[in-house]
């Protein structure tokens, strides 16, 4: 069985980082893409980060410089570091596995989520 949870979110203040973690388990974790992606209240889903099989971590516009994706296949861990945060990103944040190590290839699984609030 497919299981991601995420942890690491909590209230914030502007301009402080946090830093998300996914643990993954009942997938092959190496072989597929891993992505981070967020529901910020009223809005729709926001792809932020993703992993796919060339190793090389891709990050939405809207946070990249500021946001960085990393993962560790020994421990089928993904994190997602958080810096200079905003109020803007007052979001839930998923973990969300890949169909297939193309990070274009859509998300077929996804965690619980992990709440983040950004406020003074």
């Known amino acids: 069985e497919v299981q991601l949870v995420e942890s690491g979110g909590g209230l914030v203040q502007p301009g402080g980082s946090l830093r998300l973690s996914c643990a993954a388990s009942?997938?092959?974790?190496?072989?597929?893409?891993m992505n981070w992606v967020r529901q910020a209240p009223g809005k729709g889903l926001e792809w932020l980060s993703g992993f796919g099989g060339d190793k090389i971590g891709r990050h939405a516009d809207s946070v990249r410089g500021r946001f960085t994706i990393s993962r560790d296949n020994a421990k089928n861990t993904l994190w997602l570091q958080m810096n200079n945060l905003t109020s803007e990103d007052t979001a839930v944040y998923y973990c969300?596995?890949?169909?297939?190590?193309?990070?274009?290839?859509?998300?077929?699984?996804w965690g619980k989520g992990t709440l983040v609030i950004v406020s003074s």
């Open positions: 969300a596995k890949g169909y297939s190590n193309l990070l274009s290839s859509g998300m077929d699984y």
């Open positions: 009942g997938f092959t974790f190496s072989s597929v893409s």
